[in-house]
Structures are given as structure tokens and as C-alpha cells.
């Protein structure tokens, strides 16, 4: 069964672009696996440097993806906040039995409410909220529940 792989602060090193880009498979299109790397590298350097927590999904020697994590607030409410989520190529858009016949960016964005609902009553959670890439995602997440904030391109879901 899948397992996720917690990287913060506590545990990250220099290292760790390098390892899980290792890991991932990257777009096949130059312009974007070139994009990508660039996220993957600033997602972890925020993970060394402040309150972002990436958790890797894989099985064996499977990586099929991450999700970043962090705290922040819309207006004066605390939040969970994808950072970044990423699917490695190979299983963009597939249901894997290993992840209960689900697409991977589907179980990581359950996996975030889970996490969200857990800490909900330590720190007075109200939302999940992410910034999709574009109007393809933000769609995808409407599917799944998401709703948009007025006059901005972020999304959220009440806890």
C-alpha cells in the first residue's frame, strides 16, 4: 500500500530537491519539465527555511507524487494551504489501485483535508485553500468540491 513520506524543517536537508526530483518523473515537454523543477527546488527551499511540510507519495520504489503543505490565513481565519501539488507524469490523470482506484492528485487533496480536519482544533482551522495553475485545475477543483474566493483566483473548502 502507498505510503506518505513527511519532509519538514526537523528533517530536511540540502539534499532534498535533488532526491525527490530523482524520485518524480518530470514532464516530457521541455518548457514545463524545466517549470516544474523550478517549483520543486523553491517548494524545497521552503521547507528548510519556514513552516512548509512536503509529503511524498510512493510505494517500493514508486514515487507517484507530493503535496506541499503550510499554514497561513484568508482574512483573520488560519487556513491549510497547498503550496504545490505534483503528479509525477507517469500517472497524471489514472486510477491506481495502489491508491484505492484513485487519481494521485485526488488521494493527495483528500489526504490534505484529512490533515486539515486533524489539526483543525489545535490552531482553529477554517479552510483548505490553493492557488490552481490554471483554468483546467481550477475546474478539476470545483469537481472536488472547491469554491472560489470573491475577486481572487484562489480557491478554499470550509472545513
Known amino acids: 500500500m502507498a505510503e506518505l513520506k513527511k519532509y519538514n524543517a526537523l528533517n530536511a536537508s540540502y539534499r532534498l530537491s535533488r532526491d525527490i526530483l530523482s524520485a518524480l518523473k518530470l514532464s516530457e515537454n521541455l518548457d514545463n519539465a524545466q517549470r516544474e523543477k523550478l517549483f520543486i527546488e523553491d517548494i524545497c527551499k521552503r521547507i528548510q527555511k519556514n513552516g512548509t511540510v512536503l509529503y511524498l507519495l510512493r510505494d517500493e520504489d514508486e514515487t507517484f507524487g507530493f503535496i506541499a503543505l503550510s499554514v497561513s490565513s484568508i482574512d483573520t481565519f488560519s487556513s491549510l494551504q497547498v ?10 490523470g489514472k486510477c ?30 477554517r479552510y483548505l485553500v490553493l492557488l490552481p495553475d490554471n483554468d483546467r485545475l481550477q475546474a478539476v477543483y470545483k469537481e472536488m ?9 484562489w480557491m478554499f473548502v470550509k472545513l
Open 83 to 92: 503550496d504545490y501539488i505534483f503528479v509525477s507524469e507517469p500517472y497524471r
Open 96 to 125: 491506481l489501485e495502489k491508491l484505492d482506484d484513485t487519481k494521485t492528485s485526488t488521494y493527495l487533496i483528500e489526504f490534505a483535508i484529512e490533515t486539515a480536519k486533524e489539526i483543525q482544533n489545535q490552531v482553529g482551522l
Open 145 to 153: 468540491g472547491f469554491q472560489v474566493l470573491p475577486k481572487q483566483d
